[in-house]
């Protein structure tokens, strides 16, 4: 049997309630880009995104909002 740690359950959880939540290998598809691209776009605090753990995650909608505005971060408050 397979035991997940209860942070792993939280992190589950939390991607199952907002499936809008990209990885860094599901935006790149999204972008049309490469991985290494969008890690750089993140090293550089580019592209808008969060920590799930030691994960880079991305929201959907703020990828697009991110995209409407030219690839430039909208403040956001």
Do not use: C, Q
Not at 21 to 29: D, G, R, S, W, Y
Request: aromatic content about 10%.
């Amino acid at each position: 049997m397979y035991h997940l740690d209860t942070n792993k359950i939280k992190e589950l959880e939390v991607l199952i309630l907002i499936r809008n939540v990209f990885n860094v290998k599901e935006t790149a598809t999204y972008l049309h880009s490469s991985e290494s691209h969008i890690r750089n776009l993140v090293r550089k605090n580019v592209i808008p995104y969060f920590r799930l753990g030691n994960k880079i995650m991305f929201d959907k909608s703020i990828i697009d909002d991110w995209l409407t505005h030219g690839g430039s971060k909208p403040e956001y408050t």
